[in-house]
């Protein structure tokens, strides 16, 4: 059975970088649009980035110019790196991924119907 595996999480200071990676057990993943999603407790789960199967990205307005977003099918991987940390980026950290997607719906977590298990990622002030 196909499944996305997240790594790469931790605790970090403001300011710091991490690079979280999702692997996916079935090679099929390349040809699907995926997407990292992230939810603090409280708060609703967000649409971090996503990328489609031409590597086209796209980002939410609280991580541009600070996150990117990157895929290398030869291992099956998703990354997201992760500079500039701000406290504000503490939450569990998912990969997702989809079929097909509208663009319009990429940063949605309502279009996605396979995810990880999440990555908790921890900033401090």
């Known amino acids: 059975q196909d499944h996305l595996v997240e790594s790469g999480g931790g605790s970090v200071q403001a300011g710091g970088s991490l690079r979280l990676s999702c692997t996916a057990s079935g090679s099929a993943y390349r040809n699907y649009y995926m997407a990292w999603f992230r939810q603090a407790p409280g708060k609703e789960r967000e649409g971090v980035a996503s990328?489609?199967?031409?590597?086209?990205?796209r980002y939410g307005d609280s991580v541009k110019g600070r996150f990117t977003i990157s895929k290398d099918n030869a291992v099956n991987t998703l990354y997201l790196q992760m500079n500039s940390l701000k406290p504000e980026d503490t939450a569990m950290y998912y990969c997702?991924?989809?079929?097909?997607?509208?663009?319009?719906?990429?940063?949605?977590?309502?279009?996605?119907?396979?995810w990880g298990q999440g990555t908790q990622v921890t900033v401090s002030s």
């Open positions: 990328i489609d199967t031409v590597g086209k990205t």
């Open positions: 997702a991924a989809v079929r097909s997607v509208w663009v319009a719906a990429a940063l949605f977590g309502s279009a996605y119907n396979y």
